[in-house]
C-alpha cells in the first residue's frame, strides 16, 4: 500500500510568479484535502477535493486554485505568490470525504516566495 | 481567530515518565478531536482520536482525556520514549468535516 507523495519538495519562487504543486493519493483514497503550514504554526486548510470537484473550502483567497483527476491525484495551484504564501503545502488523502480521522498525510511541498 | 489552541509550544520530559500536552477549544460545535504526531520531513500521522460523547480513550501507552464543559483537552504519554519525540498537534471537526489544528506542541522526551 502506497502513501501520499508530493512533489517538488522543496521550490523557491519569486513574487508574482505561479506555482503548481502535485499529489498522489494513497491507494483506495478518494478525497484529497491541501493544507498550508506556515513556520511554527498548524496546519490550515485550504481546500477539499471529491469526485473532481472542490468540496469545501478554507479562508484562502481564489488564487489558489485546485484539481483532481480521475486517478484521484491533485495538483494546488498558487498565482501572483505573495511573500506570505512561504510555507508547508501538506496535502492528505482520505478514504471519503467525511473521514476526518483518517487523513493520511504526505511529507509537503515547502515554498519559498522571495 | 484561533479556534484551536496549544498554549505550550514545547515540553521536555525524561524518558519513562509521563508526558502531558494540553489543548484548548472554543468552538463548541466541535464533535470529534484527534492527535496527530509529525517526525522531521516527514507527513502528520495519526495518533488517536475520540468522539465528544466520549470522555477519555485509551490505544496503548496514549490516553487522550476530553472535558467538554471546559473545552479542554489532552494527550498523556506512559511511558514516554525516545521516539515519542515529535511535534503534536491537536486538530477537531464538526461533523467530520474539515479539521482545524492547533499550532503545536515540541515534544523531547531527555534519556
Known amino acids: 500500500e502506497t502513501g501520499v507523495t508530493q512533489s517538488p519538495t522543496h521550490l523557491i519562487k519569486t513574487r508574482g510568479q505561479q506555482v503548481t504543486l502535485r499529489c498522489s493519493s494513497q491507494s483506495g483514497h478518494n478525497t484529497v484535502s491541501w493544507y498550508q503550514q506556515a513556520l511554527g504554526q498548524g496546519p490550515q486548510f485550504i481546500f477539499q477535493?471529491?469526485?473532481?470537484?472542490?468540496?469545501g473550502r478554507g479562508n484562502f483567497p481564489p488564487r489558489f486554485s485546485g484539481l483532481q483527476f480521475p486517478n484521484y491525484s491533485s495538483e494546488l495551484n498558487v498565482n501572483a505568490l505573495e511573500l506570505d504564501d512561504s510555507a508547508l503545502y501538506l496535502c492528505?488523502?482520505?478514504?471519503?470525504?467525511?473521514?476526518?480521522?483518517?487523513?493520511?498525510f504526505g511529507a509537503g511541498s515547502r515554498l519559498t516566495v522571495l | 481567530d484561533q479556534q484551536v489552541k496549544q498554549n505550550s509550544p514545547s515540553l521536555s520530559v525524561q524518558e519513562g515518565r509521563i508526558s502531558i500536552l494540553n489543548c484548548d477549544y472554543t468552538?463548541?460545535?466541535?464533535?470529534?478531536f484527534l492527535w496527530y504526531k509529525k517526525y522531521p520531513a516527514e507527513g502528520p500521522t495519526f495518533l488517536i482520536s475520540?468522539?465528544?460523547?466520549?470522555d477519555k480513550n485509551e490505544d496503548g501507552r496514549f490516553t487522550v482525556f476530553l472535558n467538554k464543559s471546559a473545552k479542554h483537552l489532552s494527550l498523556h504519554i506512559v511511558p514516554s520514549q525516545p521516539g515519542d519525540s515529535a511535534v503534536y498537534f491537536c486538530a477537531a471537526s464538526a461533523r467530520r468535516q474539515k479539521l482545524v489544528f492547533g499550532q503545536g506542541t515540541r515534544l523531547t522526551i531527555n534519556p
Open positions: 492528505a488523502s482520505s478514504q471519503d470525504p467525511l473521514g476526518a480521522n483518517v487523513l493520511t
Open positions: 477535493y471529491y469526485r473532481e470537484e472542490e468540496n
Open positions: 475520540i468522539s465528544s460523547i466520549k
Open positions: 468552538n463548541s460545535m466541535f464533535d470529534y
